[in-house]
């Protein structure tokens, strides 16, 4: 099992930046794939990005496509979201995800350790 943190969230206007981190620990860190989910109320989980073990191939939603930028730091063993020009659709708490395998997925059930999530706001 990993265990996951997610912080950085917060209240932006439309138009602005915010960094979402996310901290590992347990299994090793540099052999699984990991991503990003939102969750918006009254929607379904949806995927934003992933990340292969290796930090290689990425793969990115259409929504967020050019905006957002997935990395990770192996052996600070994190991962980080920047998101620019954000806009209020993009408003929802944001989770982290590990990956079972070490090739990126943009497949929920390609995932099976998850953070507690973390809320961003994008205001009008």
């Known amino acids: 099992q990993v265990q996951l943190v997610e912080s950085g969230g917060g209240l932006v206007q439309a138009g602005g930046s915010l960094r979402l981190s996310c901290a590992a620990s347990?299994?090793?860190?540099?052999?699984?794939?990991m991503g990003w989910f939102r969750q918006a109320p009254g929607k379904e989980r949806e995927f934003v990005a992933a990340?292969?073990?290796?930090?290689?191939?990425?793969y990115y939603a259409d929504s967020v496509k050019g905006r957002f930028t997935i990395s990770r730091d192996n052996a600070k063993k994190t991962v980080l979201l920047q998101m620019n020009s954000l806009k209020p659709e993009d408003t929802a708490v944001y989770s982290c995800?590990?990956?079972?395998?070490?090739?990126?997925?943009?497949?929920?059930?390609?995932?099976?350790?998850w953070g507690q999530g973390t809320q961003v706001t994008v205001s009008s």
């Open positions: 990340i292969s073990a290796s930090g290689g191939p990425t």
């Open positions: 347990g299994r090793t860190f540099s052999n699984y794939a």
């Open positions: 995800a590990a990956g079972r395998y070490a090739q990126a997925t943009r497949v929920l059930a390609g995932f099976d350790s």
